[in-house]
Nanobody, 117 residues
Framework: QVQLVESGGGVVQPGGSLRLSCVFS????????MGWYRQAPGKQREMVAR???????NYVDSVKGRFTISRDSAKNTVYLQMNSLKPEDTAVYFC???????????WGLGTQVTVSS
């Protein structure tokens, strides 16, 4: 069973930074894409950043230039560096992975990010 474990969330003031981490229980070789999604209260879950096995990266327009997704294959960890945080970035952030053979999608339990003064 694939497990994704997020960490790094917290409370930060507007303009601040956080780095989220997601540790995978299996090698990245199993997945065709990995990414971060978020869900704010009363809103649908949305893709924030996604990286494919080929290294193609996509961001939602609202975070371009502020957030950076990266991965460390040796540590089976995907990161989301979030800078210049805004109150509208407040949400639960989820790690996500897509299985290259079965097309199954795996999710972590999420980590809360709150941007408030």
């Amino acid at each position: 069973q694939v497990q994704l474990v997020e960490s790094g969330g917290g409370v930060v003031q507007p303009g601040g930074s956080l780095r989220l981490s997601c540790v995978f229980s299996e090698s990245f070789l199993r997945f065709i894409a990995m990414g971060w999604y978020r869900q704010a209260p009363g809103k649908q879950r949305e893709m924030v950043a996604r990286v494919t096995a080929q290294g193609i990266i996509n961001y939602v327009d609202s975070v371009k230039g502020r957030f950076t997704i990266s991965r460390d294959s040796a540590k089976n960890t995907v990161y989301l560096q979030m800078n210049s945080l805004k109150p509208e970035d407040t949400a639960v952030y989820f790690c996500n992975a897509e299985d290259r053979r079965t097309a199954n999608v795996y999710w972590g339990l999420g980590t809360q990010v709150t941007v408030s003064s």
